[in-house]
C-alpha cells in the first residue's frame, strides 16, 4: 500500500506544479519532482543532451511543460536506436545509463560520463591520448622528474 500512495503523491504533486527550474525536455526525473538535486541530476540532463545529438530530438517532449516533466518521470525511453537505424548499441547504453530513473542507477559524476564516452568513442590502441587525471599526470610528472634527477647527460646513471 505504502508504494500506491507515494505514487498518488508523486503525481499529485506535479500535476500541482506549474514551473520548473530549468527546461523540462532536459530535467531529471527529481527535479521535475521539486526534489533535491545533486551532481547526477546534470548527468542525467547531459543524457538528455546526448540523446538530442544522436537522435535530433529531446527524449521526451508533450504538449505542455508540465506533460514532458511527468514523461521525465514516468514515460518510457525510447532509446536512440529505436528513432535512429545504425545509432551503435554502446551509445544506446551510454544513454539508458546516464538517463536511469533512480539517481543511484545513473552514473555517478560526469566524469564517469565523459570515461563511459571516451571507452566507446576512442579505440585504445588509438593515437588519440585520453584525458589523464590529474593525480596520475602529477604521479607521471614527479616520477619524470626523479628519473631526470638520477639521470646525467648521456642516460647513464649518475655515481654516487
Request: hydrophobic fraction near 35%; glycine fraction near 6%; include cysteine.
Amino acid at each position: 500500500m505504502a508504494p500506491r500512495h507515494r505514487s498518488r503523491a508523486i503525481r499529485n504533486d506535479l500535476a500541482e506544479r506549474e514551473t520548473f527550474d530549468g527546461t523540462p525536455a532536459y530535467i531529471s526525473p527529481e527535479q521535475a519532482m521539486g526534489n533535491p538535486t545533486d551532481p547526477r541530476s546534470d548527468v542525467y540532463s547531459m543524457g538528455c543532451v546526448l540523446y538530442a545529438l544522436l537522435t535530433g530530438h529531446p527524449p521526451f517532449v508533450a504538449g505542455t511543460p508540465r506533460d514532458t516533466a511527468h514523461l521525465q518521470v514516468h514515460g518510457r525511453l525510447r532509446l536512440p536506436s529505436e528513432r535512429v537505424a545504425g545509432i551503435p548499441e554502446v551509445c544506446d547504453g551510454i544513454v539508458r545509463t546516464a538517463m536511469a530513473r533512480r539517481a543511484e542507477d545513473r552514473y555517478q559524476s560526469a566524469r564517469e560520463l565523459r570515461d563511459a564516452l571516451l571507452d566507446a568513442l576512442v579505440p585504445p590502441s588509438s593515437s588519440h591520448r585520453r584525458p589523464r587525471r590529474r593525480a596520475q599526470w602529477e604521479a607521471e610528472e614527479r616520477l619524470r622528474r626523479s628519473r631526470r634527477a638520477l639521470l646525467d647527460g648521456d642516460g647513464s646513471v649518475l655515481d654516487g
